[in-house]
C-alpha cells in the first residue's frame, strides 16, 4: 500500500541502546527488590532474581565482549586518571563537566556490590544469611546514591553553567 | 545522553514494577497485596510457605 506517510526504516539497536536498557532494568528490580524488602517475600525474590539474571548478563557479556566498549567492564583507565588529574593541577577545572574517571569507577563499585548483594540473598534463600544480606543491602544503597550523585554531577554543573551565562549580560566576568 | 538514560532508567522500574505485580497478582498473595508490597507496605510472609505450627 502506498501512502504519504513518510516510513522509518527500523533498525537493531546499538550495543551502547541495548546497554542502557539493560541499565533500566536493572535499577527497575534494584528498586523494587529494595521496596519489597520488609514485607513482599514473593515480590522480593522476583525482583531480585531478576537482578541476578541481569547481573550474570552483563558479566557473560563483558566476558564475551573483552576489552570492546560499551560492553566492557566499565574499568578506568590510567591515562584516563592521569588525564583528568592533569587538568585539574593546571587549573582546569572545566575536566569536571565532561566525563570523569569516577563515574566507571562508581559503575564498577555498583556492579561489585550488586552481585555480593544478590548472592547473598540467593544465598539466604537456604541458609540463615538474612543479616548479611541486609547489610549488604542497605550498604548498597549508599553505593547507589554515591554513583547518582558521580554521574548527574557533571550534567548539573554543565546545566546551571549554561543557564548562568544565559541570564548574565554580556561583558560581565565571574569570578572563577 | 543524561535525559535518554534518566528515561530509560524510569521505564526499566515502570516495567519491572508492572512485571513484579504481574507475577504477584498470579503466582503470589493476589492484586491488592502485591500493590502493597511494591508500595514498602507489605504485612510480611509468616504464613508464606503453609508453615503453620500452631494447627
Known amino acids: ?176 | 545522553m543524561f535525559r535518554k538514560t534518566l528515561t530509560l532508567v524510569l521505564l526499566g522500574v515502570l516495567f519491572m514494577g508492572t512485571a513484579t505485580l504481574t507475577y504477584g497478582t498470579f503466582f503470589d498473595k493476589g492484586f491488592g497485596a502485591s500493590v502493597a508490597g511494591i508500595m514498602g507496605m507489605g504485612e510480611g510472609d509468616d504464613d508464606d510457605e503453609g508453615e503453620h505450627d500452631d494447627d
Open chain 1, 1 to 176: 500500500m502506498r501512502g504519504s506517510m513518510t516510513m522509518t526504516k527500523p533498525r537493531w539497536p546499538k550495543p551502547f541502546e541495548l546497554l542502557l536498557v539493560w541499565h533500566g532494568l536493572l535499577v527497575g528490580s534494584y528498586t523494587i527488590a529494595y521496596l519489597t524488602a520488609e514485607g513482599a517475600h514473593g515480590l522480593h525474590q522476583f525482583a531480585g532474581y531478576s537482578a541476578l539474571g541481569l547481573l550474570a548478563v552483563r558479566l557473560t557479556a563483558a566476558l564475551i565482549a573483552g576489552e570492546r566498549p560499551p560492553w566492557a567492564l566499565p574499568l578506568p583507565k590510567a591515562s584516563m586518571w592521569k588525564n583528568f588529574g592533569g587538568k585539574l593541577a593546571h587549573g582546569h577545572f572545566s575536566a569536571l563537566l565532561g566525563r570523569t574517571p569516577f563515574a566507571p569507577l562508581s559503575g564498577l563499585v555498583i556492579l561489585a556490590t550488586l552481585v555480593l548483594v544478590t548472592l547473598s540473598g540467593l544465598a539466604a534463600d537456604w541458609w540463615e544469611w538474612e543479616d548479611l544480606h541486609e547489610s549488604l543491602a542497605e550498604g548498597s544503597l549508599a553505593v547507589v546514591l554515591i554513583h547518582i550523585g558521580i554521574v548527574s554531577f557533571a550534567p548539573l554543573l554543565k546545566k546551571l553553567g549554561e543557564s548562568r551565562t544565559g541570564t548574565e549580560p554580556d561583558g560581565l566576568t565571574r569570578n572563577a
